[in-house]
């Protein structure tokens, strides 16, 4: 769900994005993407809008992240994988 989520960015919206983020959305491990979006959010310098942008998709991959790791501990008696 999350590929299909950054594939429904507009590529206008995308083209602002530092280049990190934008080989973050193409990423296959959701933690790993989730968490170079929110450093690449904590250092952005650019343009009010881009930056509300960049959050909203931080936080949609840290929401995506949290969720998988709370699948993955109910799967695993001991919470562990």
């Known amino acids: 769900m999350i590929a299909d989520y950054a594939s429904r960015l507009a590529p206008g919206d995308k083209a ?6 934008k080989s973050a959305l193409r990423e296959l491990d959701i933690p790993r993407g989730a968490a170079t979006l929110v450093r690449e959010e904590l250092q952005f310098r650019g343009d ?4 509300d942008l960049l959050h909203e998709i931080a936080r949609t ?3 995506a992240a949290n969720r998988l790791g709370r699948l993955d501990s ?8």
């Open 48 to 51: 009010a809008g881009t930056a």
């Open 16 to 21: 602002g994005l530092p280049a990190a983020c």
């Open 61 to 63: 991959f840290m929401a």
């Open 74 to 81: 109910a799967r695993s008696p001991t919470g562990e994988p």
